[in-house]
């Protein structure tokens, strides 16, 4: 620990270990924290999915946002261990009362590889271009939902004015997907963005080449000095070069890790967990922040009206032995609708407990008697409802199989439905659903309001103006911690209590480290950081 | 000759039309996928997935959407990937060659190693030996492709260290997926050279070569051979095609990119230019090369040449 | 037609014809009757016994839930036939149906039934597999209809050419000339008789079927787990290759053997319609 050069480590990786609890490993990898960092090099890292696009603004996978982190600088930098806002781009920024403007005065001498400097112009350009990619960028359209534009105040200073309350803004602008391009990158399409044409940003790394199911290319950028102070060094990264390689079949993917073919993996799979544990490997791993995976529940539709049937599934499934038997140790059972790693995450393990006799009589007193299958029954109606998801993450299936044994033990019988993302995205649009199972990162509350409030996605089909709504709005309009924190618990509790949705598991990024392969390191969204990565000879 | 060629339009014509409609029957469309592919689900409203629709043109009435992607394609343009917004034909073009690699290694050593076994299995005197060389390319076809290119990786990749399991550098980079994916055309070829070897071999004339005191490896290699290897080769011709199936699996074991990838990620996003381009490329193939074997056909014996392609096809189906 | 003594006589000489028919008189008793086999769970398994190497207790091993791998293997022998025979099956119904109209009828209705087979067979089958799964939606049956599709071209062809030939045979002259209706001839002519290669081309597709169907769970299109299926679980045992070899490679092997069978079985009964 002492040898490292140590900027802002200190309380910062403790918190987060604590945080976190999954041990040392979670900040740095690779090697344990012995020897000093070399530069140059190249990391040969096996990542689980073809990336498709690696314009940051327009697309919001994992495989993808791994990869356009280290293009792209953002105006603020997230503390992956409070979650608090840093300065990145922008030196210091001031927020008005009712979070609807947002001035940044940025630093003094970053550009973009083109040469040209990261000023307030550009800053509006590639804020007017991300707006302007339309609900084909997801997570753009989710940021900027309430955007009315920005405005030059002088070549330093830039202000973004809002529509509505956004306080979840701030923490937007540290992600990479409203990280800055250069105004030269919007001469090109987007489509040329995606493959990498044109794709300028003032990150530590610049795009090379993008070879489609085979491998990214990314090389270190010259001259680089305007990191985060969040980082553990400054100046240019490391590396020279990073291949991202794209094997998607997991057995290879952690046989060529084991076998020295590469230097890191991203998405070990829980059964080849083991092998990297030792034998000089390391596996860093971090629960993703956001909404965990969970049944949502639509209160609109059939047996789900009754909220005591909802609070009974809520009991009658053991989180715990979903993640000892199709999970492993590195994962977490949901204690809220907010991972653990969320800002503002409220730990309700008390409401999430296992207690099938305590959902046996809720079910009783709301008149369900177990049938001659062994599902109850009431007034000739069936305890029974469906989950619709599609096979977004691997275990999936599997999960929700044990999730369903557990629930028949209840008397209720839960129907599992794959289907493709068409579909289940046509189902989710439609409202036709009883339950959907999903989960969304994103290390901000504002989450919640986006996928529960009746303005926005309201999944479980609530009416306007019940008390979760109210919750969602007061967290969104403040940036004061003290206001927002209590809101955004009050939330949380809501959709709890109310068995808007069952919460279940955390999904958890975990990376195997081969012996040469340093710190790489996760932000607080768990995405990949390679800029303070390294490889030894 | 001008009939032929009509009809093999005619083929690539409703082979076009024939992914459009099944692309069309599957639930939602290339805008639903567009738009879904984020983890969360969809965040978009109604009024904007109709946007997004309208940008692809997914709006129009089948028959307009028909006509539009029917007359481009004519041009030669199958328009821009929903999901990339690539141009569909210089995917298909940039995933070629890749393909062609694994598919032209395959080639060469099923052509290798079927042949070998044909040869020495019908060779040998020792009939225990025949035997095991002659069941082998049964067992070739009665392995899960993808099971035998996992355990190739893990033996010679993994655990001997001697080639690897992923990238394309190089000579060494094309050999364990040539294996793979070559393995079940190789023992095809394999049964049907082997077959006809013997058959070649039980003919009159062999007795009389012999008898003319010609050697026994010149009987084999001089006649039976070349009489033998005629309809075989035919079937060269045929079971290329079926190297293309195999794509998909290999490319992915392999961590290559190629047109079976490229397929199986268009079909699941609904991706109706890649697909329809993607189609119509293997069409052609498939045409073309069913014209040159019926160009060939007349060059050999007609009777023995309508038997091979009955097996060929059966088998390698 | 050989009579039952010579039949007897060919298997004795041929040992690996025996063995053959012992395979696939097995695995048909295992669809059947799965309980003469083994009386372990195939779906609910035992966590404290997970990954368990062959042995005694578990013939194959278990799982990484503990589950025993011979008794998934046993008790996925109905789906897996089941799956094989239906994909076999509409290959073979539809493929000979259009086959024999084409050959039968002549004319318009031959070229357009045969560029129609041209169009899938242009049509690269795991393609074809891949669109009509994710249009059916998940599931063995669903794969099992899209193997079958993909597959019937051949049979159409092969059934095209047989009725050619059989058509112009003889007898069938003969019974035309006796003014015996089409439908007659076709019924007790035509069919029965080119109906031989067509069912050794079924055989052998049977193995076909098997593979295809393996393919399309590789990639991610199969059988819904805990239900047992050789091709899914073949597949689903991958992952564990490095650390539990057992898991893939008996069901794998389970494979290889009731192909080669089927495939050992469908040339003897080629060769016996050759001879």
């Not at chain 1, 490292?4 to 945080?19: K, W």
């Not at chain 1, 603004?57 to 946002?65: E, P, R, V």
């Not at chain 1, 940021?143 to 937007?172: C, E, K, M, N, W």
Request: with cysteine; hydrophobic share 45%.
């Amino acid at each position: 620990m002492v040898t490292r050069p140590v900027r802002t480590l200190g309380f910062g990786a403790l918190a987060l270990v604590l945080l976190t609890g999954c041990g040392a490993q979670a900040t740095a990898g690779g090697g344990g924290d012995a020897g000093t960092p070399r530069v140059g090099g190249t990391l040969r890292l096996g990542i689980s999915s073809n990336p498709d696009c690696v314009d940051p603004q327009q697309w919001g996978t994992n495989a993808s946002l791994n990869v356009s982190r280290q293009l792209v600088d953002s105006l603020t930098d997230q503390d992956p261990a409070d979650g608090a806002i840093k300065p990145w781009l922008a030196e210091r920024w001031e927020v008005n009362a009712d979070s609807t403007a947002f001035t940044f005065h940025l630093r003094d001498g970053a550009t973009f590889s083109d040469g040209t400097p990261v000023d307030a112009a550009a800053v509006k350009a590639s804020f007017d271009g991300a707006r302007a990619l339309g609900p084909k960028a997801a997570l753009v359209a989710g940021y900027l939902a309430a955007y009315r534009g920005s405005t030059v105040v002088d070549p330093r200073t830039v202000r973004i004015d809002f529509t509505a309350p956004s306080a979840q803004f701030l923490q937007a602008s540290s992600t990479m997907t409203l990280g800055v391009l250069a105004p030269a990158a919007y001469n090109k399409t987007p489509e040329q963005r995606c493959q990498g044409d044109g794709l300028i940003g003032s990150g530590p790394f610049v795009f090379e080449s993008y070879k489609q199911n085979q491998q990214v290319v990314l090389v270190k950028r010259k001259g680089y000095n305007w990191g985060s102070p969040l980082w553990k060094h400054t100046g240019e990264a490391y590396l020279d070069r990073v291949e991202y390689r794209i094997v998607p079949e997991p057995g290879v993917r952690s046989g060529s890790l084991a076998s020295g073919q590469l230097d890191a993996i991203t998405d070990v799979q829980p059964v080849d967990e083991p092998q990297f544990a030792g034998n000089g490997f390391t596996e860093p791993v971090r629960p993703n922040p956001g909404i965990v995976f969970n049944l949502t529940a639509n209160t609109t539709r059939g047996v789900l009206t009754d909220p005591k049937v909802r609070q009974a599934v809520a009991k009658g499934v053991n989180r715990q032995e979903v993640v000892d038997t199709v999970l492993t140790k590195n994962y977490k059972a949901a204690t809220s609708v907010l991972g653990s790693a969320t800002p503002l995450h409220t730990d309700l393990a008390g409401l999430l407990a296992y207690d099938p006799a305590g959902a046996g009589a809720l079910l009783d007193a709301a008149g369900w008697r177990p049938g001659p299958d062994g599902i109850r029954v009431k007034d000739g109606q069936r305890l029974s409802a469906a989950v619709v998801f599609s096979a977004v993450f691997n275990q999936n299936q599997s999960a929700l199989e044990l999730i369903q044994q557990q629930l028949r033990k209840i008397g209720f019988d839960l129907r599992i439905e794959l289907k493709t993302t068409a579909e289940s995205t046509q189902i989710q649009l439609s409202g036709e659903y009883d339950f959907i199972w999903f989960n969304v990162t994103r290390a901000d509350p504002d989450i919640l309001r986006q996928t529960y409030s009746t303005k926005a996605g309201n999944r479980s089909k609530l009416t306007a103006g019940n008390p979760l709504d109210a919750a969602l709005e007061k967290q969104a309009a403040t940036t004061d911690r003290a206001v927002r924190e209590p809101a955004a618990a009050e939330a949380q509790r809501i959709i709890v209590e109310q068995g808007y949705s069952i919460p279940v598991f955390e999904l958890t990024q975990v990376w195997g480290l081969g012996p040469k392969a340093h710190a790489l390191e996760f932000e607080a969204s768990s995405r990949l950081r390679l800029y303070d990565a390294w490889v030894a000879e | 000759m001008t009939r032929r060629l009509l009809q093999a339009v005619a083929v690539i014509w409703a082979a076009f039309t024939l992914s459009f409609v099944i692309l069309y029957l599957l639930p939602g469309d290339a805008a639903l996928n567009r738009l879904g592919a984020a983890e969360g689900g969809i965040t978009a409203t109604p009024a904007e997935v109709a946007a997004v629709r309208a940008e692809y043109g997914l709006d129009d009435p089948l028959v307009v959407q028909y006509g539009k992607r029917l007359w481009a394609a004519t041009h030669g343009d199958f328009g821009k990937s929903v999901m990339t917004g690539d141009d569909a034909t210089g995917l298909v073009f940039d995933a070629l060659p890749s393909t062609l690699e694994i598919a032209a290694a395959g080639l060469v050593l099923a052509v290798l190693f079927g042949g070998g076994l044909a040869v020495l299995g019908t060779y040998t005197r020792h009939r225990w030996l025949g035997n095991l060389l002659l069941s082998l390319p049964p067992l070739g076809v009665s392995l899960p492709q993808f099971w035998v290119g996992l355990v190739l990786i893990q033996i010679f990749s993994f655990q001997l260290r001697l080639l690897p399991a992923l990238g394309t550098d190089g000579f060494a980079a094309l050999i364990l997926p040539g294996i793979t994916i070559g393995l079940p055309t190789g023992a095809i070829i394999g049964q049907v050279l082997a077959k006809s070897l013997r058959t070649q071999l039980a003919e009159p004339y062999v007795e009389i070569v012999l008898a003319k005191g010609a050697s026994r490896a010149r009987v084999h290699f001089g006649h039976a051979l070349r009489n033998a290897a005629l309809p075989a080769l035919t079937l060269v011709g045929v079971v290329a095609g079926n190297l293309l199936a195999g794509t998909v699996v290999t490319e992915t074991l392999f961590s290559r990119d190629g047109i079976g990838r490229l397929t199986a990620f268009a079909v699941n996003s609904q991706d109706i230019p890649v697909v329809q381009a993607v189609i119509v490329l293997s069409a052609f193939f498939f045409v073309t090369i069913n014209l040159v074997v019926d160009l060939i056909y007349p060059l050999l014996d007609p009777r023995l040449a309508g038997r091979v392609t009955r097996k060929a096809v059966a088998a390698g189906a | 037609m050989p009579d039952t003594r010579t039949r007897t006589r060919t298997l004795v000489r041929s040992p690996g014809l025996l063995v053959s028919y012992a395979v696939l008189v097995f695995a048909l008793l295992a669809a059947v009757a799965p309980g003469l086999f083994t009386d372990q769970d195939p779906i609910a398994g035992v966590p404290a016994e997970r990954l368990r190497g062959p042995g005694a207790a578990h013939l194959f091993g278990t799982d990484e839930t503990g589950r025993d791998v011979f008794a998934r293997v046993v008790h996925g022998a109905a789906l897996s036939l089941w799956a094989t025979l239906l994909a076999v099956l509409v290959s073979l119904v539809a493929g000979s149906a259009l086959g024999l109209l084409a050959g039968f009828r002549g004319g318009w209705l031959d070229s357009l039934v045969m560029r129609f087979v041209d169009v899938l067979q242009a049509v690269p089958s795991i393609l074809l597999s891949l669109a009509l799964v994710t249009a059916l939606g998940f599931g063995t049956t669903n794969v099992a209809i899209a193997v079958g599709v993909s597959n019937l071209a051949v049979f159409a062809r092969l059934m095209r050419s047989e009725v050619l030939r059989v058509r112009t045979g003889v007898f069938v002259e003969a019974a035309r000339a006796s003014g015996v209706r089409w439908r007659g001839v076709l019924g007790r002519h035509v069919l029965p008789n080119s109906l031989g290669p067509v069912l050794v081309l079924a055989t052998v597709t049977l193995g076909v079927a098997v593979l295809e169907v393996s393919a399309l769970s590789f990639l991610g299109f199969g059988a819904t787990p805990p239900t047992p299926e050789w091709g899914s679980l073949v597949a689903g045992g991958r992952g564990f290759l490095a650390t539990a070899w057992w898991m893939t490679t008996f069901p794998g092997l389970t494979v290889a053997a009731v192909v080669l069978a089927t495939n050992r079985v469908s040339r003897a009964l080629d060769e016996r319609g050759e001879a």
